[in-house]
């Protein structure tokens, strides 16, 4: 890769470890793809649950916060995904001690580092949305698809280290979605129906996403009738890159750099082309639906709650009451105004249980479901379902109503 | 079949030999993991229940979140591991978690690799030389 005069010093030790770490980190993955340099960056985002780092990448960022002040701290606004626990409600979740002493570990390393504890994964609703075209290196599958797609930014997936890496050094290769040409649609989806409910989003995502089938596959979109809205996109991205591992998509019509299919699809190129109906997008619900009849655990979350869903959670919970476990978890941003508003009140007073700056995936979800006796497990999130088979729950995905309603029934399914 | 040799686009990591375990499947810590006991745990992963533990995992790609990045790390520390990761298809995610824990990976192939590698053949991964490659021993 060719390196700046800035770059080499960085490499070479003359700005401290910690940038020398960084460097060294994004010049071999650059190397890995082919990057021929590295480009700017103005924000990261960073995902670190301490169940993804462990004891070691605790005392790995422990290590690096222990540098002198002057080489350890980023260089860009760099903010935090959602954290493995809400401190506020880990005793009802039944988070051991352990748990938190390891959370609150990495928070006073973070903070050393000068990194903005956020912890959302919705940053694109809440804190600062990227422009068209503006370089970023974020580190959660949903904000990067909804952020390159949707707002027309530009950034790979980051993983933690690379993410850190960014911040710190102010860069990344670039490589894959920082450059025009692999921008391009690769494949296309024509689709005959559009959904409605957040869940539908969710289910074609992960059709497209199973149809793309990995990272460098980029879907554009043809025949929703409508603009979707925001919590729509988050959804419909969200189960796209959870299922395909696919981090940019296009709508034609709709998102900004497709607003006709040829502005994306190379003409003559035999781009694959697949149909998808509304029957596929049932069968897939299905496929999640029939073998249970009854859940344990009822859980919105993955990606975090806006404040408009928040509010539809507490429109359909009204004169309700949970009798199995409600989960409803949003960011640390849209809490304090769901707090304002009432409707945290007006959750918790039908049964449910608002949660604060985690994710139910990334809070330790299997020592959860030993702990809270959970095993099935019903959501409105494609990308929830996709994902918590792993940690050992039997997923059912249904409608927000229908999730309600189970909730509200013992946690019996209605067919 | 025995040394028969496959050349990848890129590598990271350590020359590397154990048993292949395949599937044209897809790999992520995250979802496909139980990390603890060092087994395949998503149902319907057509390695479910199989340990990983000191193999040479033969996959097709890359799936799902960002986690890995932190968890080859992690699982490299508690030595439950798998030897080395050989994939048709990379993301990011991998090569940035095999960069952080210094783990073996190679991909890109001109053939399916997970068709060409029989399943528990004895391997050789070796990223180091300027044509990445596996061979069976």
């Known amino acids: 890769m060719r390196l700046t005069d800035e770059e080499e010093a960085m490499r070479a030790g003359n700005l401290g470890p910690a940038l020398r770490w960084a460097i060294e980190h994004q010049t071999c993955v650059g190397r890995y793809f082919g990057a021929r340099d590295f480009v700017q960056v103005s924000q ?13 990448g605790v005392e790995w960022l422990e290590h690096m916060a222990n540098l002198p002040p002057e080489h350890r701290r980023v260089r860009i606004p760099t903010i935090t995904d959602p954290r493995g626990t809400d401190f506020a409600a880990a005793h009802r979740l039944k988070h ?19 990194v903005v504890m956020t912890d959302t994964c919705i940053n694109y609703q809440t804190i600062m949305p990227p422009v068209r075209g503006e370089h970023v290196a974020y580190g959660d599958t949903g904000v990067v698809i909804y952020s390159n797609s949707v707002c027309g930014a530009r950034s790979n997936f980051e993983g933690g280290p690379s993410a850190l890496s960014a911040g710190l050094t102010g860069r990344t290769p670039r490589y894959g979605y920082h450059l025009d040409e692999r921008r391009r649609a690769t494949l296309v989806v024509n689709v005959a129906w559009t959904p409605r409910e957040f869940n539908e989003w969710g289910a074609l995502g992960g059709i497209v996403g199973r149809l793309a089938g990995d990272y460098w596959q980029v879907p554009v979109v043809v025949g929703i009738d409508r603009v979707p809205g925001s919590d729509e996109m988050k959804h419909f991205g969200a189960a796209l890159a959870s299922y395909g591992s696919v981090a940019l998509f296009h709508m034609a019509g709709i998102t900004p750099e497709a607003q006709r299919p040829d502005d994306v699809v190379d003409p003559g190129t035999g781009t694959p082309t697949f149909q998808v109906g509304e029957a596929d997008i049932c069968a897939f619900q299905r496929s999640y639906t029939q073998a249970v009849e009854k859940v344990d655990v009822v859980v919105f979350s993955a990606p975090q709650l806006s404040l408009i869903e928040m509010r539809l959670v507490a429109d359909l919970l009204d004169g309700r009451h949970a009798t199995i476990p409600l989960l409803v978890v949003t960011s640390p941003q849209v809490k304090p105004d769901a707090d304002r508003m009432g409707f945290t009140a007006r959750i918790e007073a039908a049964g449910g249980m608002v949660l604060s700056g985690m994710c139910f995936y990334q809070s330790y979800a299997r020592e959860m479901a030993e702990a809270n006796g959970w095993k099935r497990l019903a959501t409105n ?10 940690y050992g729950y039997t997923p059912a995905l249904l409608s927000m109503e229908a999730c309600i309603e189970a909730a509200c029934a013992d946690g019996r399914i209605t067919p | 079949m025995s040394n028969r040799i496959f050349y990848a686009t890129a590598g990271l990591g350590a020359k590397r030999r154990g048993h292949a375990l395949v599937a044209k499947d897809g790999f992520s810590a995250r979802y496909d993991l139980d990390r603890v006991r060092g087994i395949f745990s998503r149902p319907g992963h057509k390695l479910a229940g199989e340990s990983y533990i000191g193999r040479v995992l033969v996959l097709d790609a890359a799936k799902g979140g960002v986690a890995t990045a932190w968890m080859l790390h992690e699982m490299k520390a508690r030595g439950v591991v798998p030897e080395a990761l050989v994939l048709n298809a990379v993301n990011p995610i991998m090569v940035q978690g095999a960069a952080l824990a210094d783990f073996t990976m190679i991909s890109g192939f001109d053939c399916d690799i997970t068709a060409a590698i029989p399943n528990g053949a004895f391997v050789e991964v070796d990223p180091t030389c300027e044509r990445p490659f596996i061979r069976i021993v």
Request: proline content about 2%.
């Open chain 1, 44 to 56: 990261a985002h960073l995902m670190a649950d301490t169940e993804s780092l462990g004891v070691a």
């Open chain 1, 96 to 114: 051991e001690p352990w748990m938190l002493d390891l959370e609150r570990r990495a928070i006073v390393a973070f903070e050393a580092l000068g």
């Open chain 1, 381 to 390: 999130s494609a990308k929830l379902t996709n994902i918590i088979g792993g």
